[in-house]
DNA sequence: CTATATCTTGAATAAACATTCAAAATATAC
DNA sequence: GTATATTTTGAATGTTTATTCAAGATATAG
């Protein structure tokens, strides 16, 4: 009994690239065998079917945003100093990026929400946990003396991702890095002023 | 010759609402011909096909999108005032309605953007008038002595149209009207202190 | 080496899709 | 009232699509 042959993650990421170039319903499943390697039926082997592909991509997608969240908010840096590389990378990404400038799971998120509840349950649970993510950094940051206690940090992660979506979204019309760079650059601003106002 | 028999706005207007739901590609002439009350043959007829018609609806979305704005923004009305007014608005559209929350333009560009450059500058160019809408009321408020002439009002608009991108998209998440609000009374705060900070 | 359970292959299938078209309807012009 | 140019109609068309499946390949177990 053999055990599939194919590198599951490198399938997946395949598969996200794909999902977040041509956006769900225009990939074909032509497209898919064509990034992925794998014949119609091996998709359908592993992953019960496009929907299914889908699903695993995302989740793979989150486990690699995890990751590269923890590779920029390290213990030893001040919260803000980490935020800011943290903005600086999304912005180099934009700038570097040829086709869409979205995230796989803003992109998925807006495309299939209504046709898919479970899916968009998915989505805005990951999307929800990232949120989280800067509320613990801030969090743990006010536990360290480091920011304010009377910070409202959940108000402050709200605000941080709502500016990212519009950061990304505003990306997607042709414009510079510098300008990105200028608008990252306020948010940050903004976010400092609300560890600030205290 | 008899005139075309339809309301033609009515239709567009239809039609973009079809569109803002399930997105260019899952909408099929099937949905079309239901939302519109068109016969496949008459929509060929009168916008040469599906992606014709999205351009007209994208037009017709422009125009009524102008027209709202100038309902807000009058001359006698602060800016600020004006502004304050316009972004509850936006929070009270996506508080309102029950399926997706973006706006035609937005969704429109991240489905379609890399597959086709026409709509893709089409949308943009929709985009950036609509920014410079924003940098024409500021710039009438600095000539009305409203606003320092100090105000970087490119890069107030922009931020501006950013944080609107951002609220929409937060929004897809299931959130309340409440916290909507909250986040775009600190993009109201964040951008009136880009005014004051002269 | 043989048996077996699993994966791979890619052509076949059936449904959904955008689009076409010829016939019928209809409003204006004269 | 007749002619004419245009729109409307909706069934037919051909393409694209996701999905299936039976035959073949292959790695482990005994």
Redesign the interface.
Known sequence: MPPAKFDREQVLRSAMNTFV???Y??TSMQDLTKSTGLHPGSIYCAFENKRGLLLAALAQYKQDSELKFEGHFSQEVAVLDSLKQYLDAIVLDCADKE??K?CLL??A???I???DVEIKSV??DS??DWQKAFQNQFEMAIEAKELSSECDIS?MS??L???????R??A???TTQA?LQ??AD?LFN?IK?LTLSH
């Open positions: 170039q041509k956006g319903s225009k086709g869409n979205a803003t992109r998120l807006t495309e929400a209504d046709q989505i805005s999307l929800y108000h709200r605000y991702s709502m500016g990212i979506y519009g950061l979204t505003f997607q019309t042709n300008v200028e608008l306020q903004d002023r």
